[in-house]
């Protein structure tokens, strides 16, 4: 097999490992295709450290003598350091590290090879299809159907194979649609308000270009949408003049006089490489040791990333105003439609749907609006906050949607029926995964690959009874309210469960959360009795 | 009476009062000696009963003949009244600035307070100096309580008793008293029982610029050093804070005169800085804007967190210095009444698990705060809204306990109390029915004869109601010294208090009560296992078929 090719210290005694909140320790140090394993050798212990390499975010070396010092930044803003014996040895570990956790080949990711025993490949893979959600949900049946006009992915590379549009518009129409739409994503259903029937629809910019191109047919199936009901909004998440830059590159937005039934609102939300500069300054801000109260929070501030959580939860606020309290279906889009578009989506379901709210429902929402909507995670995770690598599609957005969800769940402690630890677990598996869910940039990719056939799925494997009670919320009780979350700048928080996890401070607070869950779990058991 | 004379309207109908998280509420509004009082004739809506004293500031304005007041309170809570009647509204609003800033303590009202419950233990006994050193006694026989101040002669700003080396006697302590600020000589603030090493607060030596040394002061801070130990003396100012200090008279130990002694100097800032500090701290949280830069800036600009860091950072040096280099410690900086209590007292609660039970923090406040002499009526005379200049004014005691909320978040099962009893302390501090925080010293309270005349905040506090309400449910005791982190990362804004009237804590206070049902449920059924162990147990030895072999 390929990996020993890079592999030519396998082995190394008497290496010291300090890791945060650890004692250092001695042990063997080895380096495997997929990971790297440290075994304690001091008596009395036996700890092991498992690093899977595709965790590991930068490395730092560095020589003294006959020996030398690897500083390795793990994706999940860890930081360890290993003091390994002999120049040489130090040379090739790194030289393994480096290349192995950013092999490019993703049908050689770890996915690929790890068969836990109470897993099986047969298994489903995934929660539920569109085939299956569209089934379930009994009252769209009369005035939407299912399309596969993208069963071989032709239409739209980034869409699953089946997707919901109006009854009245036929598979010809949404082709047309989608070539006037910026990556073929013409708009679809993602959220149907059950309380009044309005609907929240997504898709990418259109591409009216210079000289206002319309399409006839996008213009048909916004106003199938809105049907009776006298308007619509449009949530831009781009500000006006944004997208007036964006008919220059051919992309634009709907204008008023072709679609006069729908209001256009702009909220502009940071994306790409701004969001990712955000997460690099807030990490060193979070890393700063100078113990110096003005440089922290001028850090903070400098860094920008709460007025991005600020944004994304009062657009998504909005877009849920616009369902739940005036009425009136929307549709959201940016540029492509596969980032901040998903965010807001996301973040409004939770804010009205009770069922977003339940574990499995959190999961299922997931898996509709990131996986199957097609977010590009191999692209957007590839790098965490520390690489040194120039960065080309990375982007925290997904990270910036858990922080908005803890930012919900703190303001809403028994509105959730999951926990801190599964949003924490959530952030570790984007970026390095022992599952195939978040392989791929979308559906298409993921078929190609045959993910579905030879990886497990996170989201079923995080139902299992152990894991399902680890990562649900035992103060949960479920509202059918909509949950609407504070924007104001005071009432939003750094989310210290990620990024102050490594210091002693988020130890402490698990702790509690530990006392409090298992007394739960006992409380459960012994009234089953 | 005279409070009749400050009350031109008594009484007037049709007021409409604006508050915080509930609905708004139409009544009569009624002055009397110390409270304003709204009440609607309906039964389901909760009346106001607001104390003049906790009033920090008002401020009228007029639409047309309805005039509003709005009325800012010392506990930081913001509420307004729509009163009809122009000449009705001008009369409250001078009634409402003249009771709400009476000068004569003896009109406040806990003189006039009588007690709705029955007390089960008199609060002003409760934490008395002698009884804290018969639990010194028990310990050690190297400290003796004096009676020098008896008649507070010696130090105005001491208790009648204090302790102090065994070996030192009165008159020693009396040149000493000479020879330190506002005549605080070194006393004994704690005892850590694990290895004997002591505690000890002061106000500064006046050295002046000529460097007049007093051989008894000497004498009696080394004989509190084991023999061939060092001690630390932590000054609460910076050095150039210290030197200036002389040319007013004051100054600091220095080396050739305590050889046995290292000075460390920290920065914690007092009086107007603080003031101010809190100011810009309540604005910023007020402020409506929606941007997330401006309320970081604000927040860092106020400074607020910067004087809970130094705070911090100086009480667990001081824990330092005495449970990990087994030295002894001194504090002061200048008069001893304001960071020097801060540092002794935080220090207390790293080092002591006693206090950090309800009591025991109770008896902290007493010792360390009231009979240390810290001037309550002067620091806590206006708050964060006033509009006249501070004087006196510094929140101190405010910062104490932010510093204590701070630890508590930090281990959040350590203490026996919760958030809310340090948000009342707050209040009661500042405007309150009961006499604990009236006066400045041990003096004051003596002269004013308030455990005669007023009920001690303590009386109240410690009957099973409230206290049920005050207790942490995560409590489990823990005797180690516990090391708060002091990183500005670690550090959060005090929510509780500072967030508490401009967002609403449904949900949150929601989440607290089904964790202390949960936690009561488990208690419970953790009882039942027991009792039905006990009996399994008892029906195994008694029936005689199980026992047969």
């Not at chain 1, 910036?400 to 959530?426: I, M, N, T």
């Not at chain 2, 488990?522 to 005689?544: I, Y």
Request: hydrophobic share 35%.
């Amino acid at each position: 097999m390929e990996f020993s090719d890079h592999i030519k210290t396998a082995n190394v005694e008497d290496v010291v490992l300090r890791q945060p909140l650890h004692k250092p320790s001695r042990g063997t140090l080895c380096i495997t295709g997929h990971h790297l394993l440290f075994s304690e050798r001091e008596e009395g212990s036996s700890q092991q450290v498992l690093l899977l390499l595709r965790n590991i975010d930068a490395i730092e070396k560095r020589m003294s003598g006959s020996s030398g010092t690897i500083t390795i930044k793990c994706k999940d803003l860890r930081v360890l350091q290993l003091d390994i014996p002999g120049m040489e040895q130090c040379l090739n570990i790194s030289h393994s590290i480096e290349t192995l956790s950013c092999l490019d080949n993703v049908s050689e990711m770890y996915p690929f090879f790890y068969r836990p025993t109470d897993l099986s490949l047969q298994d489903q893979w995934g929660l539920s299809t569109p085939e299956e959600h569209y089934t379930q949900m009994k009252e769209l049946h009369k005035r939407w159907r299912l399309s596969s006009v993208n069963k071989s992915y032709s239409v739209c590379p980034s869409y699953p194979s089946a997707v919901i549009v109006p009854n009245c518009i036929d598979d010809e129409t949404l082709k047309k649609v989608a070539k006037f739409r910026q990556g073929g994503r013409f708009p679809v259903l993602c959220y149907y308000h059950r309380k009044n029937g309005m609907v929240i629809m997504r898709s990418s910019q259109p591409l009216t270009g210079a000289n206002r191109k319309r399409c006839k047919e996008d213009e048909l199936l916004l106003q199938a949408v809105i049907k009776d009901s006298d308007k619509g909004f449009i949530i831009d998440t781009r500000s006006s003049q944004q997208v007036q830059q964006a008919r220059m590159t051919g992309g634009g937005f709907e204008s008023k006089s072709f679609y006069n039934c729908w209001k256009r609102l702009h909220r502009q939300m940071e994306r790409g490489k701004g969001l990712q500069e955000s997460l690099i300054k807030l990490v060193e801000a979070c890393s700063d040791e100078s113990h110096n109260v003005d440089r922290w929070l001028s850090k903070l501030e400098n860094s920008k990333w709460l007025s991005h959580v600020q944004t994304a939860l009062s657009t998504a606020g909005l877009l849920a105003e616009c369902v739940e309290r005036d009425g009136h279906s929307a549709l959201v889009h940016g540029y492509e439609g596969t980032d901040c578009s998903l965010l807001i989506c996301t973040l409004a379901q939770l804010i009205m749907d009770p069922f977003c709210r339940t574990l499995e429902g959190f999961l299922a929402l997931l898996e509709r609006e990131w996986l199957q909507a097609g977010h590009p995670f191999q692209q957007r995770c590839a790098h965490s906050a520390y690489s040194h690598t120039r960065f080309q599609q990375e982007s925290p957005v997904f990270l910036l949607l858990l922080d908005c969800v803890w930012q919900l769940w703190r303001q809403f402690p028994l509105a959730l029926g999951f926990s801190e630890a599964l949003l924490l677990r959530l952030a570790n598996e984007v970026y390095a995964s022992d599952y195939g869910t978040f392989l791929c940039n979308n559906d298409q990719e993921r078929c190609a690959l045959g993910v579905k056939d030879r990886t497990h799925c996170l989201f079923r494997a995080l139902l299992r009874p152990a894991e399902r009670d680890y990562y649900s919320n035992p103060l949960f009780e479920p509202t059918e309210l909509a949950i609407w979350p504070s924007v104001h700048p005071q009432s939003l928080q750094l989310w210290r469960g990620f990024f102050l996890r490594w210091t002693q401070l988020a130890h402490q607070l698990e702790a509690v959360q530990e006392e409090i869950r298992s007394m739960v779990i006992e409380w459960a058991r012994v009234a089953q009795r | 009476m005279e409070f009749a004379e400050l009350i031109k309207t008594p009484r007037v109908d049709g007021v409409v009062l604006h508050r915080p998280f509930m609905p708004t509420v139409e009544g009569t509004l009624c002055l009397t000696g110390h409270h304003l009082i709204l009440s609607s004739r309906q039964d389901n809506t909760e009346e106001l009963w607001l104390l003049h004293s906790n009033i920090d500031s008002i401020e009228k304005r007029f639409v047309g003949s309805v005039g509003s007041i709005i009325v800012k309170c010392k506990d930081l809570r913001v509420i307004q009244l729509d009163i009809p009647g122009m000449e009705e509204c001008l009369n409250i609003a001078s009634s409402i600035e003249a009771l709400s800033t009476l000068d004569s303590v003896s009109l406040m009202y806990p003189f006039f307070y009588r007690p709705m419950f029955e007390v089960i233990e008199d609060g002003w006994n409760s934490y008395l100096p002698q009884d804290a050193f018969k639990e010194l006694e028990s310990m050690t026989d190297e400290w003796r309580l004096s009676e020098v101040n008896k008649d507070f002669t010696v130090c105005r700003s001491y208790p009648p008793l204090v302790a102090v080396p065994k070996n030192i006697d009165d008159d020693t302590l009396k040149k000493v008293a000479a020879f330190r600020h506002g005549g605080r000589f070194p006393v004994l603030s704690y005892y850590h029982k694990k290895n004997g090493m002591v505690m000890m607060r002061a106000g500064q030596p006046l050295t002046g610029t000529n460097g007049r040394r007093c051989k008894e002061d000497e004498k009696l801070i080394n004989a509190t050093l084991r023999p061939g130990k060092r001690g630390y003396i932590i000054d609460t100012r910076t050095i150039s804070v210290a030197q200036q200090a002389k040319a007013r008279g004051g100054g600091f130990e220095s080396e050739g005169n305590y050889p046995q002694w290292r000075r460390i100097h920290k920065a914690i800032e007092r009086y107007n800085v603080l003031q101010e500090s809190l100011i810009k701290l309540v604005e910023a949280c007020n402020d409506q804007s929606h941007s997330m830069d401006r309320w970081l800036s604000k927040l860092e600009a106020s400074n607020w967190q910067t004087h809970i860091k130094e705070i911090l950072t100086t009480a667990c040096l001081a824990a330092q210095c005495i449970d990990r280099e087994g030295a002894s410690v001194l504090v002061h900086g200048t008069e001893g009444t304001d960071s020097t209590l801060q540092v002794n007292s935080l220090a207390q609660i790293i080092l002591d698990p006693g206090c950090r039970t309800i009591k025991g923090f109770q008896g902290l406040v007493e010792r360390e705060w009231l009979q240390a002499g810290h001037p309550f009526q002067q620091r806590c005379a206006q708050s964060a809204y006033s509009n006249s200049k501070p004087r006196q004014e510094a929140p101190a005691f405010l910062l104490f306990l932010d510093c204590v909320w701070q630890v508590l978040r930090q281990f959040p099962c350590s203490f026996e109390f919760n958030e809310s009893f340090l948000v009342l302390l707050f209040e009661h501090a500042y405007a309150s029915q009961f006499g604990t925080f009236l006066g400045s010293c041990a003096a004051d309270r003596a002269r004013l004869s308030l455990p005669e005349k007023t009920v001690s905040l303590w009386s109240w506090v410690n009957r099973p109601q409230e206290l049920e309400r005050l207790t942490n449910p995560l409590y489990e005791a823990n005797s180690l010294v516990i090391w708060p982190s002091v990183a500005p990362q670690s550090l959060l804004l005090w929510e509780g208090l500072f967030l508490r009237w401009n967002r609403s804590s449904k949900c949150l206070d929601e989440a607290y009560d089904e964790m202390v049902h949960i936690i009561e449920y488990n208690k419970e059924l953790q009882n039942k296992v027991n009792s039905l162990r006990r009996q399994l147990a008892q029906l195994e030895t008694e029936d005689p078929l199980l026992n047969r072999p």
